[in-house]
């Protein structure tokens, strides 16, 4: 039995990269011996381990042969006399197909450190062609890496369109697509991932909501760049140096699907496109299985993001509907993630990525001036029933129209 370190760890320790996570692979050894050694076993397709004090993965190499459609249609064949070789050679990029003995020495048979110098991704055999979910890891390590100055090979772009080209992405399940996006919204250039997978087809496929906004005009008073797909791109780009929350970039992303439905005859105007782009985003929430509090959030950037651009226009009544529309009242964390995702909007176009965004901060001030509205003052007084209600909502209405007077 022979135990290798492979995969990200490997990688990422010949770039001074953080990791998060150790994987191995064991060659020379019979499921039998691994649960002798007390590993427990989970894999379902094919054999892998979890060691009994790290719980850390240990897979037995493998080899695996092309059965059908999509990322689960493969047949996986595991012995003792898999060579670590084999195992590798089935890996999507050669920089994540090398390994690690116990003393340290790498191997490489597949030039993973040439390529890491050349900082190119690059597929390891034309077998790459056989798994879909290989557009989406391409594209997402191609965002994990963009600022290191990492592109992805010609050829191996090639290969990425060739897969959408064969209708392979239409098999892959929703699972494994919001599995990937919401590990690539996490990374530092997620704007990448996207760019990568419409500059291959896949994004028309699994987000064609994003594809469309691609070409539509924006009114260039309002938004100097002019294309809405060129924005949201931006807007994406300045989450990111807002926020490390995926939830925060994901509803960045989707902000401004309405607008891909503006009718031709009165563009470059976009009036209503937060509400015609609510199911929008819904549709695509219930199509990834994307979870509550990513939903939730991008529900109400979509649909109250001009509420915070024109805060000062607000009418009192107006400004509390938003609090509590988007749940402000129950958690100031939901009023901060929403201001994020509006901040980077606003900062999201072309000569205005440094502008101080006035709206955060007063919103911020009206929210902590109406939480001096106590529910508890109004049993004091002697209100019951169901007026306390009608009486709650006229005291913060008086609490908002005091503030607004006060910050004019």
């Known amino acids: 039995m022979q135990i290798y370190l492979v995969g990200g760890a490997v990688r990422d320790s010949l770039l001074n990269y953080p990791s998060s996570e150790n994987d191995w692979v064991v060659v020379g050894a019979t499921p039998e011996q691994m649960t002798d050694q007390g590993f427990k076993p989970v894999g379902q397709d094919f054999p892998v381990f979890i060691h009994p004090k790290t719980s850390e993965e240990y897979a037995l190499a493998r080899t695996e042969r092309k059965s059908g459609h999509g990322y689960k249609g493969f047949e996986f064949y595991t012995s003792t006399d898999v060579t670590l070789e ?165 509803s960045v ?39 509550n509090q990513y939903r939730q959030l991008a529900m109400a950037v979509t649909e109250y993001h001009l509420h915070s651009h024109k805060a000062k226009e607000l009418k009192p009544a107006t400004m509390l509907k938003l609090f509590q529309s988007i749940g402000a009242l129950r958690d100031n964390n939901r009023l901060k993630d929403f201001l994020y995702c509006c901040e980077a909007d606003a900062r999201g176009r072309a000569g205005f990525e440094e502008i101080t965004y006035q709206p955060k901060k007063y919103l911020t001030d009206a929210l902590l001036a109406l939480q001096k509205v106590d529910i508890s003052d109004l049993v004091a007084d002697g209100v019951k029933g169901s007026d306390i209600g009608v009486q709650l909502k006229q005291r913060q209405i008086e609490q908002l129209t005091i503030f607004k007077s006060e910050n004019l």
């Not at 897969?163 to 399940?173: A, T």
Request: charged share 25%.
């Open 86 to 250: 084999e195992d590798l050679i089935r890996r999507d990029l050669t920089i994540n197909a090398m390994a690690q003995d116990e003393a340290g020495n790498v191997i490489d048979p597949f030039g993973g450190q040439r390529d890491l110098g050349e900082k190119l991704l690059r597929h390891v055999s034309y077998a790459f062609t056989e798994d879909p979910l290989r557009v989406l890891r391409v594209a997402r390590f191609a965002a994990r890496y963009h600022h290191l100055g990492f592109t992805i090979a010609e050829e191996t772009m090639e290969l990425l369109k060739s897969i959408v080209d064969q209708g392979e992405m239409e098999f892959l399940v929703a699972e494994r697509v919001w599995k990937e996006t919401s590990r690539a919204l996490t990374e530092q250039s997620p704007h990448i991932y996207i760019e990568v997978l419409r500059n291959c087809g896949a994004l028309n496929v699994l987000f064609p909501e994003i594809d469309a906004l691609f070409g539509v005009p924006q009114r260039a008073d309002y938004h100097p760049e002019v294309d809405t797909g060129i924005h949201t791109l931006m807007a994406l780009e300045q989450a990111v140096k807002i926020s490390d929350s995926g939830a925060v970039r994901f």
């Open 253 to 291: 992303l989707v902000h401004d699907v309405g607008k891909a439905l503006t009718p031709d005859t009165v563009l470059p105007s976009h009036t209503g496109h937060e509400t015609s782009g609510i199911p929008l985003v819904q549709a695509m929430c219930d199509r990834l299985g994307v979870p």
